[in-house]
Nanobody
Framework: QVQLVESGGGLVQAGGSLRLSCAASGRTFSIYTMGWFRQAPGKEREFVAYISKSGASTLYADSVKGRFTTSRDNAKNTVYLQMNNLKPDDTAVYYC????????????????WGQGTQVTVSS
């Protein structure tokens, strides 16, 4: 089992940047694909990005492609989401999640979730 704790959220103006971190407990972090999801008020939780176990493969939702970058440091049991050129539509609670299976954009495939961190982008 793994526990995930996100940090780095906050309030930022449109065009600004934030970097989210997700720290994982345990010594088996490198066996998990890590995903980022977000949920805006009144909306379903949606896929943002994932990164493979080694970090060699990433995938982004079209809405964030070119603005967000995910990376991981397996030695530190941490995955990151660098968010640049933020827009008001990016306002949401952001979650990291861990998946022992194949790379997936489906939230049902992820086994463990963090508590989320709020990102608010003002116009």
């Amino acid at each position: 089992q793994v526990q995930l704790v996100e940090s780095g959220g906050g309030l930022v103006q449109a065009g600004g940047s934030l970097r989210l971190s997700c720290a994982a407990s345990g010594r088996t972090f490198s066996i998990y694909t890590m995903g980022w999801f977000r949920q805006a008020p009144g909306k379903e939780r949606e896929f943002v990005a994932y990164i493979s176990k080694s970090g060699a493969s990433t995938l982004y939702a079209d809405s964030v492609k070119g603005r967000f970058t995910t990376s991981r440091d397996n030695a530190k049991n941490t995955v990151y989401l660098q968010m640049n050129n933020l827009k008001p539509d990016d306002t949401a609670v952001y979650y990291c999640a861990a998946d022992r299976g194949l790379l997936s954009i489906r939230k049902v495939d992820y086994d463990y979730w963090g508590q989320g961190t709020q990102v608010t982008v003002s116009s």
